[in-house]
């Protein structure tokens, strides 16, 4: 007879192995190890060759795929366009969705809301709860005014009644708050374990399968990572959905890093008001509403997020150090990024910077992780060692390579429409462009191939001193089809 098997396993990566260790050997994360009891697997039963008599079958057969019924209009569109775009475009039927974040960040109020307006415009919602009493949930419904008819609440941590409960409402959507909180009685170990959020979330996902009914999962998630396993969940699920952001600040973003029913890397973003979370239809504006013009060591970009354009605010400050290593601190840039910005502007321009603090910073929480911000870096890190402000109505687009180079950045036409929308009247640009990006009218593109040229053309030094070196009025080499 099998006997129970024991190991321990990362609760970060799920790497698993046989004994206790302090740091992950996979991950490197510390003190995730956690103990994994396994029970024994029930003995395999031999495949009968011809005759199917053990219980119901539910063996697949191959279809031919044009015989397949394309059933993408089967969506709940949601009428939170912010939350509906962030799905791809509204809710499918029998998916699960994890959606993970920092505690306290809002993802039981972003729910709530979400789970009243299905409940008015889809059907009935069950929405269980294990870290709040059904008291406390009423409280914050009446906070974020909420009331109504097809929603039902319950406080549930064991898998198998909310199950049950799932049987009895028969809801289209479940909401289950939170997957660390919940535990099957099949799995000895405890709720939390990766072994419990394994095991719910696969029986969960069979359940959502099965019914038809979409469910959420909530899962906490720290500053460093995960608590106990949403990592180890991300293939298990169909959508994975972060909610991140400040909590000093209002602004939260719900972005998709896995999305099976649409693109990736989508965001909505929303407001955390004492009303709950107010959507942003035009972050844009948001970001830049308390800019100061004329101000140095600030420049405006154009990053993506998604398929989304966002104008956004990059600071750079620069200081005499007190340190034999002057500081370089990143706040919503990556710090590899801005080491290689500040590196080329020290090597290629000349600027000295060797006993410089540098922080550089980006308004409104968000964080870019797209190389085409590194001009608007070097811009800022410039407009504050230079003391001179950036034109307020020039926009700035482009990676920056080792050479002091500008390179090619996607999507360009999208994000200079965007800049033209919110007044932007010119863009610094990389010259070369890539092909079939055309350029939009009401925003004048300035293209430049080297940094050093863009920098004159943005900061220029007092008016008159120097002129007419870069290229200011060419079209880009191969934008033009
Ligand atoms: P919550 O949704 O409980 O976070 P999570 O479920 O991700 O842990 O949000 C908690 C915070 O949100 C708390 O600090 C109070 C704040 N809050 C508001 O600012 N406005 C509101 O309307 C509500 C309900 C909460
Ligand atoms: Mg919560």
């Known amino acids: 007879m099998a006997k129970a098997q024991t190991y321990y396993q990362c609760e970060n ?14 991950c490197g994360e510390w003190n995730t190890l956690k103990e994994v009891i396994e029970e024994p697997p029930e003995p395999v039963k031999k495949r009968s060759g011809g005759s199917s008599n053990a219980g119901p079958t539910l063996r697949s057969t191959p279809m031919r795929l044009k015989d397949i019924p394309a059933k993408d209009d089967a969506r709940w569109v949601v009428p939170v366009e912010e939350f509906s775009r962030v799905l791809g475009g509204g809710i499918v039927p029998g998916s699960v969705v994890l959606v993970g974040g920092d505690p306290g960040i809002g993802k039981t109020t972003l729910l709530t809301q979400i789970a009243a307006v299905v409940a008015e415009s889809v059907g009935k919602v069950l929405y269980v709860s294990g870290e709040e009493s059904v008291r406390q949930i009423k409280m914050r419904a009446e906070r974020l005014q909420i009331n109504s008819e097809n929603l039902y609440l319950v406080t549930e941590t064991n898998l198998e009644a909310i199950l049950d409960h799932a049987q009895t409402v028969q809801p289209q959507l479940m909401i289950v708050d939170s997957i660390q909180t919940t535990y099957s009685d099949d799995k000895p170990s405890s709720a939390g374990t990766v072994s419990q959020i394994r095991e719910c979330t696969a029986r969960l996902q069979i359940f959502a399968k099965s019914s038809g009914t979409a469910v959420f999962l ?31 600040q209002a602004y939260r973003l719900l972005r998709s890093v896995k999305n099976r029913f649409g693109a990736t890397s989508e965001v909505g ?18 970001f830049l509403a308390e800019r100061l013009v004329n101000a140095p060591g600030s420049g405006i970009v154009v990053t993506m997020e998604g398929t989304r354009p966002l104008l956004v605010e990059v600071q750079a400050l620069a200081s005499a150090t007190a340190y034999p290593n002057p500081r370089r601190t990143a706040n919503g840039v990556d710090s590899n990024r801005l080491q290689l910005v500040t590196a080329v502007l020290s090597r290629r321009v000349g600027m000295r910077l060797f006993d410089q603090d540098v922080f550089v910073n980006v308004i409104g929480g968000l964080t870019i992780d797209e190389p085409a ?37 996607s999507q360009l036409s999208a994000r200079l429409r965007e800049a033209s929308k919110l007044g932007f009247k010119r863009c610094l640009i ?21 940094l050093m040229d863009a920098l004159q053309f943005a900061l220029p030094r007092e008016a008159g001193a120097k002129d007419g070196k870069g290229q200011v009025d060419t079209v880009p080499d191969d934008g033009g089809g």
């Open 269 to 286: 973003v929303f407001e955390m008001r004492d009303v709950g979370m107010a959507e942003v239809s035009n972050p844009s504006e948001a």
């Open 373 to 409: 911000a590194d001009l608007a870096i070097a811009v800022a890190i410039a407009s504050s060692v230079w003391d001179r402000p950036v034109p307020a109505d020039l926009a700035i687009i482009g990676e920056i390579g080792l050479s002091g180079e500008l390179r090619a950045v």
């Open 218 to 248: 909530v899962g906490h998630v720290t500053k460093e990572g995960m608590i106990a396993g949403p990592r180890v969940l991300e293939h298990i699920v169909d959508t994975v959905l972060y909610l991140e952001g400040d909590s000093f």
């Open 13 to 26: 990566c799920g790497r698993k192995t046989p004994r206790y260790m302090g740091r992950c050997p996979a």
């Open 430 to 450: 990389p010259k070369t462009v890539r092909r079939g990006d055309p350029m939009p009218e009401g925003i004048k593109a300035i293209p430049y191939r080297r």
